[in-house]
Nanobody
Framework: QVHLVESGGGLVHPGGSLTLSCAAS????????MGWYRQAPGKQRELVAT???????NPADSVKGRFAISRDNAEDTVSLQIDSLKREDTAVYYC???????????????WGQGTQVTVSS
Protein backbone atom coordinates (compact mmCIF):
# COMPACT_ATOMS: atom_id res chain seq x y z
CA GLN A 1 0.00 0.00 0.00
CA VAL A 2 1.12 3.52 -0.78
CA HIS A 3 0.83 6.36 1.71
CA LEU A 4 1.35 9.99 0.86
CA VAL A 5 1.69 12.57 3.63
CA GLU A 6 1.60 16.28 2.86
CA SER A 7 2.92 19.13 4.96
CA GLY A 8 3.46 22.85 4.67
CA GLY A 9 0.02 24.32 4.13
CA GLY A 10 -1.27 27.33 5.99
CA LEU A 11 -2.46 30.93 5.84
CA VAL A 12 -0.45 33.27 3.63
CA HIS A 13 -0.89 36.89 2.58
CA PRO A 14 -1.34 37.69 -1.11
CA GLY A 15 2.05 37.90 -2.78
CA GLY A 16 3.59 35.60 -0.22
CA SER A 17 5.32 32.27 -0.65
CA LEU A 18 4.87 28.77 0.63
CA THR A 19 6.48 25.36 0.22
CA LEU A 20 4.45 22.19 0.25
CA SER A 21 6.11 18.84 0.79
CA CYS A 22 4.94 15.28 0.35
CA ALA A 23 6.60 12.11 1.51
CA ALA A 24 5.66 8.76 0.02
CA SER A 25 5.77 5.42 1.73
CA UNK A 26 5.64 2.95 -1.14
CA UNK A 27 7.23 -0.34 -0.19
CA UNK A 28 6.71 -2.83 -3.00
CA UNK A 29 5.93 -0.14 -5.55
CA UNK A 30 7.84 1.97 -8.01
CA UNK A 31 6.75 5.57 -8.34
CA UNK A 32 6.59 6.95 -11.85
CA UNK A 33 4.92 10.29 -11.45
CA MET A 34 4.50 12.50 -8.42
CA GLY A 35 2.73 15.78 -8.24
CA TRP A 36 0.11 18.10 -6.88
CA TYR A 37 -3.54 18.74 -7.54
CA ARG A 38 -5.80 21.24 -5.83
CA GLN A 39 -9.49 21.65 -5.15
CA ALA A 40 -11.03 25.00 -4.34
CA PRO A 41 -14.43 25.27 -2.65
CA GLY A 42 -17.20 24.46 -5.09
CA LYS A 43 -14.78 23.48 -7.85
CA GLN A 44 -13.42 20.26 -9.28
CA ARG A 45 -9.99 18.98 -8.42
CA GLU A 46 -7.46 20.30 -10.94
CA LEU A 47 -3.87 19.67 -11.89
CA VAL A 48 -1.23 21.94 -10.40
CA ALA A 49 1.96 20.22 -11.56
CA THR A 50 3.48 16.78 -11.95
CA UNK A 51 7.02 15.51 -12.32
CA UNK A 52 8.27 12.20 -13.65
CA UNK A 53 11.09 10.11 -12.22
CA UNK A 54 13.23 11.56 -15.04
CA UNK A 55 12.50 15.10 -13.90
CA UNK A 56 10.09 16.07 -16.66
CA UNK A 57 7.58 18.55 -15.30
CA ASN A 58 4.04 19.33 -16.38
CA PRO A 59 2.74 22.49 -14.72
CA ALA A 60 -0.73 23.88 -15.29
CA ASP A 61 -0.82 27.08 -17.33
CA SER A 62 -2.32 28.93 -14.37
CA VAL A 63 0.77 28.35 -12.23
CA LYS A 64 3.61 28.60 -14.73
CA GLY A 65 6.21 31.07 -13.55
CA ARG A 66 4.90 31.07 -9.98
CA PHE A 67 5.01 27.43 -8.88
CA ALA A 68 8.03 25.14 -9.07
CA ILE A 69 7.86 21.40 -8.53
CA SER A 70 10.84 19.28 -7.53
CA ARG A 71 11.38 15.69 -6.57
CA ASP A 72 13.88 13.57 -4.66
CA ASN A 73 13.72 10.06 -6.10
CA ALA A 74 15.98 8.63 -3.42
CA GLU A 75 13.70 9.89 -0.64
CA ASP A 76 10.41 9.51 -2.52
CA THR A 77 9.48 13.08 -1.81
CA VAL A 78 8.00 15.84 -3.92
CA SER A 79 7.90 19.54 -3.12
CA LEU A 80 6.00 22.49 -4.51
CA GLN A 81 7.45 25.97 -4.12
CA ILE A 82 4.66 28.51 -4.48
CA ASP A 83 5.49 32.17 -5.04
CA SER A 84 3.41 35.28 -5.67
CA LEU A 85 0.36 33.67 -4.12
CA LYS A 86 -3.05 34.93 -5.19
CA ARG A 87 -6.40 34.63 -3.47
CA GLU A 88 -7.52 32.27 -6.21
CA ASP A 89 -4.77 29.86 -5.16
CA THR A 90 -6.78 29.13 -2.03
CA ALA A 91 -7.57 25.43 -2.09
CA VAL A 92 -6.85 22.06 -0.57
CA TYR A 93 -3.66 20.79 -2.19
CA TYR A 94 -3.37 17.04 -2.70
CA CYS A 95 -0.21 15.07 -3.25
CA UNK A 96 -0.47 12.55 -6.08
CA UNK A 97 1.56 9.55 -7.19
CA UNK A 98 1.27 7.13 -10.09
CA UNK A 99 2.76 3.85 -8.93
CA UNK A 100 3.36 0.34 -10.22
CA UNK A 101 3.25 -2.77 -8.08
CA UNK A 102 6.55 -4.68 -8.30
CA UNK A 103 4.84 -8.07 -8.15
CA UNK A 104 1.72 -7.86 -10.30
CA UNK A 105 2.82 -4.82 -12.38
CA UNK A 106 -0.54 -3.17 -11.92
CA UNK A 107 -0.43 0.63 -12.05
CA UNK A 108 -2.59 2.77 -9.80
CA UNK A 109 -3.04 6.30 -8.52
CA UNK A 110 -2.50 7.28 -4.92
CA TRP A 111 -3.57 10.45 -3.12
CA GLY A 112 -2.67 12.17 0.10
CA GLN A 113 -5.19 13.53 2.58
CA GLY A 114 -4.65 17.09 1.43
CA THR A 115 -3.29 20.24 3.01
CA GLN A 116 -5.15 23.54 3.14
CA VAL A 117 -3.61 26.65 1.60
CA THR A 118 -5.45 29.88 2.30
CA VAL A 119 -4.40 33.15 0.72
CA SER A 120 -5.92 36.08 2.52
CA SER A 121 -5.03 39.45 3.93
Amino acid sequence: QVHLVESGGGLVHPGGSLTLSCAASASGFSIYVMGWYRQAPGKQRELVATITSDGITNPADSVKGRFAISRDNAEDTVSLQIDSLKREDTAVYYCYARVKNYYNHIESDSWGQGTQVTVSS
